[in-house]
């Protein structure tokens, strides 16, 4: 099964840029669309970067898609960190031949 | 504005079932599908499925084909998740969320169900 893999956690200093990868297990990452969702304790997720790179309509241009075929991999940029991003992300994409949904294991963000 | 709105926490034992439901407000039903993810304690998102509100097609996590259900009442604008069979394991938080597409973005979120398996 296609499976997608995250850094469990990663941390960085308010005003610094953080990268978070997601790397896929098998065929082309970049065959399907990957969102990335934001996730605060106790709240649903909220989509900071659609169809690869796009953000919806209220994320702050601090947030940025891209994708790196190279090595199968989806990446979340934070720049200009403040700790109200601290949160877990997840990445998010569909595996084609198994006509299913595919979640990331998530990567807990902190801002020291 | 686009609203999702699931029904309460549930507790049931090992072996019963449980239907969520999801009601939709603010926009047009039939024009999105809604996904249905979950999310034991402590855990990450797992992505368990999706329907067309405009069919009733649906794409289903192979690890819960056969135990899950999912169907939509266009009269009402509700959507519904039924998994059967229920384990200790299946204690989660379930959420519902809006998708034009199977493979597309989760665009709007339900508040979520917690429903808990437990003898």
């Known amino acids: 099964n296609f499976m997608l893999t995250q850094p469990h956690s990663v941390s960085e200093s308010p005003g610094k840029t953080v990268t978070i990868s997601c790397t896929g297990s098998s065929g082309s990452i970049a065959s399907n669309y990957v969102q990335w969702y934001q996730q605060r304790p106790g709240s649903a997720p909220t989509t900071v970067i659609y169809?690869?790179?796009?953000?919806p309509s209220g994320v702050p241009d601090r947030f940025s898609g891209s994708i790196d075929s190279s090595s199968n991999s989806a990446s979340l940029t934070i720049s200009g960190l403040k700790t109200e991003d601290e949160a877990d992300y997840y990445c998010q994409s569909y595996d084609g031949i198994n006509h299913g949904g595919v979640f990331g294991g998530g990567t807990k963000l902190t801002v020291l | 504005q686009v609203q999702l709105v699931q029904s309460g926490a549930e507790v049931k034992k090992p072996g019963a079932s449980v239907k969520v439901s999801c009601k939709a407000s603010g926009y047009t039903f039939t024009s999105y599908g809604i996904g249905w993810v979950r999310q034991a304690p402590g855990q990450g998102l797992e992505w368990m499925g999706w329907i067309s509100s405009y069919n009733g097609n649906t794409n289903y996590a192979q690890k819960l084909q056969g135990r899950v259900t999912m169907t939509t009442d266009t009269s009402t604008s509700t959507a519904y998740m039924e998994l059967r069979s229920l384990r200790s394991d299946d204690t989660a938080v379930y959420y519902c969320a809006r998708a034009l597409m199977v493979y597309v973005n989760f665009d709007y979120w339900g508040q979520g169900t917690l429903v808990t398996v437990s003898s």
């Open positions: 169809e690869d790179n796009q953000r």
